[in-house]
T-cell receptor, first 116, second 114 residues
Framework: NAGVTQTPKFRILKIGQSMTLQCTQD?????MYWYRQDPGMGLKLIYY???????DKGEVPNGYNVSRSTTEDFPLRLELAAPSQTSVYFC???????????????FGPGTRLTVL | GNSVTQMEGPVTLSEEAFLTINCTYT??????LFWYVQYPGEGLQLLLK?????DKGSNKGFEATYRKETTSFHLEKGSVQVSDSAVYFC?????????????FGDGTTLTVKP
């Protein structure tokens, strides 16, 4: 049971380049999330998904896109990289909840992205 | 909307000192409350949680009690170790869950010196 895995671990992009950050979970969780963490700051939600085929914007979606074709995978796409997107990106997943439950999130190890 | 405010850091302690990291929240009803820990170079992982008022979450010597009357969930440990050096995040999940989305505090960096 690998949990949540992310690739790559590190990446340097030039301004205007594109890339996809990969995220896979093997816990059969319905909910998945993408966050960014800027230095010394907390987490900001970029996009989330409640199941395959369903995605929605979080707090800071501009400059990013997502898709969710399977339960396991939730890739994050950067189309035109900008220096403001330099950050650490975390993917997380959570089991479907109903009623009064605890929504523990399970995080991947992160992708450190630098845009120059 | 929901919010979490936690004690600003960084916090530096000597080994075996007592630790308190304050956390207060704003939310309607009875959210679930969490403490996550992030070790250097890693993702966040759950440290402890509490789901209803007066519940005490505990793990690895850390404790936090859900106080509805003061809307707080302060993290404590009686004797910290160097290995506890990390960033600690307080978080809440609303009572009426919205896609399981949680609200996180900004994190408190703890450094424990030998």
């Amino acid at each position: 049971n690998a949990g949540v895995t992310q690739t790559p671990k590190f990446r340097i992009l030039k301004i205007g380049q594109s890339m996809t950050l990969q995220c896979t979970q093997d816990m059969n969780h319905n909910y998945m999330y993408w966050y960014r963490q800027d230095p010394g700051m907390g987490l900001k939600l970029i996009y989330y998904s409640v199941g395959a085929g369903i995605t929605d914007k979080g707090e800071v979606p501009n400059g990013y896109n997502v898709s969710r074709s399977t339960t396991e995978d939730f890739p994050l796409r950067l189309e035109l990289a900008a220096p403001s997107q330099t950050s650490v990106y975390f993917c997380a997943s959570s089991p479907r909840t109903s009623g009064r439950t605890t929504d523990t999130q399970y995080f991947g190890p992160g992708t450190r992205l630098t845009v120059l | 909307g929901n919010s979490v405010t936690q004690m600003e850091g960084p916090v530096t302690l000597s080994e075996e000192a007592f630790l308190t990291i304050n956390c207060t929240y704003t939310a309607t009803g009875y959210p679930s409350l969490f403490w996550y820990v992030q070790y250097p170079g890693e993702g966040l992982q759950l440290l402890l949680k509490a789901t209803k008022a007066d519940d005490k979450g505990s793990n690895k010597g850390f404790e936090a009690t859900y106080r509805k009357e003061t809307t707080s969930f302060h993290l404590e440990k009686g004797s910290v170790q160097v290995s506890d050096s990390a960033v600690y995040f307080c978080a809440l999940s609303p009572e009426r869950t919205n896609a399981g989305k949680s609200t996180f505090g900004d994190g408190t960096t703890l450094t424990v010196k030998p």
